[in-house]
C-alpha cells in the first residue's frame, strides 16, 4: 500500500483548526502551507510525495492509510504539533 498527501504543520491546535476553517472557506491548501507550515514541506505546498505505512509517524499513518480521500482532517496531534493532512493518493 502507498499513499501521497500534504499537510500543513503548526504549533497549536487553535492555529490548526483556524486554518481549516480558511481552507474550508475556499483558501488554497498549497498558499496556506507555504505562507504558515513548520515543516520544510511547506514551500512545496505541503507536498509530502508517496510513501508507505511506517515512514510516517503513527498518528499520520492513521489518518492516511483509513480516512477519506481528498477532504482535509484535522487537527491531527504528533510529537511535531498540529497537522492538517489532506490525502491526495492511496493505493
Sequence with gaps: ???SARHI???????CNDLKAEIEGGADFGEIA???SECPSGR????????TPGQMVKEFDIV???EEIGKVHGPVKTQFGYHLIEITKRD
Excluded at 9 to 15: N, Q, S
Excluded at 44 to 51: A, I, Q, V
Design 44 to 51: 512545496k505546498g505541503g507536498d509530502l510525495g508517496e510513501f
Design 9 to 15: 504543520l503548526v504549533k497549536t491546535e487553535k492555529e
Design 64 to 66: 492516511v492509510f483509513s
Design 1 to 3: 500500500m502507498k499513499a
Design 34 to 36: 507555504k505562507a504558515k
